[in-house]
């Protein structure tokens, strides 16, 4: 009964439903509604209460006559203060969605949702909100048979003063939120924070530290394949559910497809095996497909590599628009975006239950496809541009350094690759001496010293780098 009643729910509350609380909770902040509508609850209550205050203790404002007005005045006051709210809020949002919608054609159509979804536009929104419909409900509240009024009045013109004053600072917020290393680092910190802290607490909880260490249980025959009922992107899956379900059911299953992979109906997404624990049991498939919510488009509650690719979508507009500082700037927030990805996951593909049991193998993971997503587009975007070409191979010895040994190999690797698929020229000398630097140290992180060689032997070939400066590092390198 608890099943088919869920199924009656909406396919959004589901989904919220079915996450964790640190997912939910993160994808409740996203919405623009929710705390805009906290703020109109409590103008609800504000203005309940100053209605009591205002009927129930009449005689105790009798001293304070400057601050009384009359009927007439107060309607009139309120009316005036309530439209001039109104066009406030209006010519606000107004402006800047317009400048937003500009943002949006010249970085990424992301701007304009990640702008929403702060929290200092929420509350302003919020307090906008708040002190609109504490007027609006006021002066519904105001009667004709009481000739004076003090509390209305009073929170009328505070109210008006705080919508001035947040309006004040919401310009300022917007303004300082629009300048481009603001957009890139609250893109980074966003991700960081919706998915890395997500992941950390939801799927590494789960995952094996040694796969030697694994219990693997007996399977029996052939895999069952389970396909998808309906078409789109796989935005969540549940792994903490999938591995509890699985081991109530003595299952083992396969993931077929990745988070943010676009899925047809009638594609396999997962396939299952019976183990010897419960080998006649049933199993009920919707129940795991109903873990696996699948979307008209992408979000970054779990994947790992939208959240790369918003950063990787402005430099590549940014190159578009010769724009190379701010291609730069979204160069090194990707540096450290990746390296964040790279501390707190381990990118093992097996997922155990409590008894260190094989419950759920996913699509095997490595971090250099992270590597890839963050810089191999930008970089085929860069051929001709040594600024952003040079900044790359910077950002790969900057991950380098920081790296744990056995990651490093796929900078130097990316490197390699970037340096060879750059078509340009270096017009000046100090250009050539640092793409050698920079070609130099991280062939030294995984020593490799011969194969850099052997490169910059070939950009002399290839007229890149000028004979002199190369030999002159041959003698300083003795």
Known sequence: MK??????????????????????????????????????????????????????????????????????????????????????????????????????????????????????????????????????????????????????????????????????????????????????????????????????????????????????????????IVASETTGFIQVIDFGKIVKEAAKDGIVVRLDRRIGDFVLEGIPIFSYWKTSEEPDLPVNEKKYRNLMYLGKSKTEVQDIEFGIRKLTEIAIKALGNDEPMTAQDAIYQLTDLVFSISKVTRFTSYLTDDNDTLRLIMKDEQFSYYVYSAFTYIASYAEEKPGVTLTLLEALVILSKALETKDKNCCWHYGKSIARNYSGKLPQDYDQITFMNHLEQLSGSVNDKGKFYEMIDDFVEKDLLKKKLVDRRKQEQG
């Not at 964790?20 to 409590?42: D, F, K, M, N, T």
């Not at 302003?124 to 009667?143: A, E, T």
Request: hydrophobic fraction near 45%.
């Open 3 to 224: 099943y088919y009643l869920q199924q009656l729910m909406p396919k959004k509350l589901r989904q919220i439903k079915s996450m964790s609380s640190r997912q939910r909770w993160y994808e409740l902040r996203s919405s623009l509604w929710v705390l805009p509508a906290i703020y109109i609850i409590l103008a609800v209550l504000l203005a309940i209460g100053a209605y009591y205050l205002e009927f129930g203790l009449e005689p105790a404002f009798a001293m304070a006559p400057i601050l009384s007005t009359g009927y007439s005045l107060t309607q009139t006051m309120y009316s005036t203060l309530l439209s001039g709210v109104l066009t406030l809020n209006a010519f606000t949002f107004n402006s800047i969605l317009v400048v937003l919608t500009s943002f949006s054609g010249q970085f990424t159509p992301r701007v304009l949702f990640n702008f929403i979804s702060d929290r200092r536009t929420q509350h302003s929104i919020g307090i906008f909100n708040l002190c609109f419909f504490f007027l609006l409900i006021g002066f519904f509240f105001l009667n004709s048979s009481m000739d004076q009024y003090t509390v209305f009045p009073v929170l009328g013109v505070l109210a008006t003063a705080v919508s001035v004053i947040n309006f004040i600072l919401f310009i300022n917020h917007a303004t300082k939120w629009m300048q481009v290393p603001s957009i890139t680092t609250n893109m980074k910190e966003e991700s960081q924070q919706r998915i890395l802290n997500t992941l950390l607490y939801d799927l590494e909880a789960h995952r094996a530290k040694n796969k030697n260490e694994v219990r693997e249980p007996e399977t029996e025959g052939e895999p069952t």
